[in-house]
């Protein structure tokens, strides 16, 4: 594999064009506006200015400017903090509607959380912002399918009002923590975008030993950076049904601010390995290996190789068969650990038949690369 080989790839395959890009963020931002405004005069516990999230806001977009993230703040009114907690009495009833219990849920796993608020939600009643369909808690708990359900129902509601509805389509509740709008319009260039729509808890929460992040002895990020990232701290965004999940995406998105400032390939060689992915993973296969996944291994990359000078354009070759071999690694013991978490394995619950072929298929770049690159 070369470097001539690779930047070619890059410039024919990988760069996005400047006249899409700005034709659809022009078209994307109103939209967005409008949404989150409908929202928010309908349950203003959902704040109408977003988190720009997600790869085309980090600048690790591939190809086409075709998606975007977006975290919608559910407003709690101040941070959180780490305590124990009283036990959670909810669940599902036969109808899959949330109910106190009897019996306690388990206790949260790794990189998960229950979120207890006493004295707002107390704020919330008085004001009967928590009533009936509205109602967003069960005792102190706030309760992430709740969240995303009252979420997801007011931006079906923004949708389906006649200015927009012939050319938004809202996706039905999903796994994701996200709703997920499908934008057909004459305007765009491309045939569809999608945007994602997530709530979020800002919760500003502490990093914990057992988290295993700063590690101790490690040359990268600089203090500077580490310390910028442990004052923003974790969010919360509803995945689960029952447990809020942690998230880092802010962490993520520090981390990756100024990460070239030195003219070094970080974002190039992270753009290039998201391209090679669809050829490793193609359209029909099942997605067991994400985006989200090289944004980690591109992590744990820049830990091992701290140094700039690793990272300069003529070290890109060298970079991506590293980063392959990375992956291949992880496949194979069937654990990634999550940057930000190590108790975290992002590996979990995937389909280890279809992890094997795309292993295979890396393998089959590697051997030949210009049959991939070409």
């Not at 310390?227 to 969010?235: A, P, R, S, V, Y």
């Not at 291994?297 to 890109?316: R, S, V």
């Not at 068969?321 to 650990?337: A, D, K, V």
């Amino acid at each position: 594999m070369d470097n001539t080989m690779l930047n070619r790839f890059y410039e024919d395959n990988v760069k996005m064009t400047r006249d899409e890009t700005s034709k659809n963020v022009e078209f994307v931002i109103p939209l967005v506006d409008d949404i989150l405004q409908y929202v928010h005069e309908r349950d203003g516990r959902f704040k109408i200015q977003p988190l720009n999230v997600g790869s085309y806001y980090s600048r690790l977009k591939v190809s086409r400017a075709d998606e975007f993230d977006y975290s919608v703040v559910v407003d709690i009114g101040s941070s959180l903090v780490w305590t124990t907690g009283t036990p959670a009495y909810y669940g599902y009833n036969g109808n899959k509607e949330v109910v106190r219990t009897s019996i306690p849920l388990p206790s949260a796993p790794a990189g998960k959380c229950f979120t207890q608020l006493k004295g707002l939600i107390q704020k919330w009643d008085n004001e009967r912002l928590n009533e009936g369909l509205a109602c967003l808690t069960i005792d102190d708990h706030i309760i992430p399918i709740k969240v995303k359900r009252r979420f997801k129902a007011l931006v079906s509601e923004a949708v389906n009002r006649p200015k927009i509805r012939q050319y938004v389509d809202a996706q039905r509740l999903s796994e994701s923590p996200a709703a997920t709008l499908t934008i057909r319009h004459p305007k765009i260039a491309g045939e569809t975008i999608s945007v994602d729509l997530a709530p979020l808890i800002e919760g500003h929460l502490s990093f914990k030993p057992e988290f295993g992040w700063p590690r101790s002895g490690s040359r990268w990020p600089s203090r500077t950076k580490i310390e910028e990232i442990k004052t923003e701290g974790i969010h919360e965004v509803a995945k689960d049904p029952f447990y809020w999940s942690l998230s880092f995406v802010i962490c993520e998105k520090k981390l990756l601010d100024g990460i070239d400032s030195n003219g070094t390939c970080r974002k190039k060689s992270q753009r290039i390995m998201k391209k090679l992915r669809e050829k490793w993973c193609p359209k029909g296969y099942k997605q067991e290996l994400t985006s989200y996944h090289l944004k980690n291994i591109l992590f744990w990359e820049c830990e091992n190789h701290p140094y700039d000078a690793e990272w300069t354009n003529e070290q890109l070759s060298v970079r991506i068969e590293s980063m392959c071999y990375l992956i291949i690694q992880h496949i194979q013991r069937g654990n990634l650990p999550l940057y930000f978490h190590t108790g975290v394995n992002l590996l979990e619950n995937k389909d280890k038949d279809v992890l094997g072929q795309v292993v295979q298929n890396i393998f089959r770049f590697l051997k030949n690369p210009e049959h991939y690159l070409t």
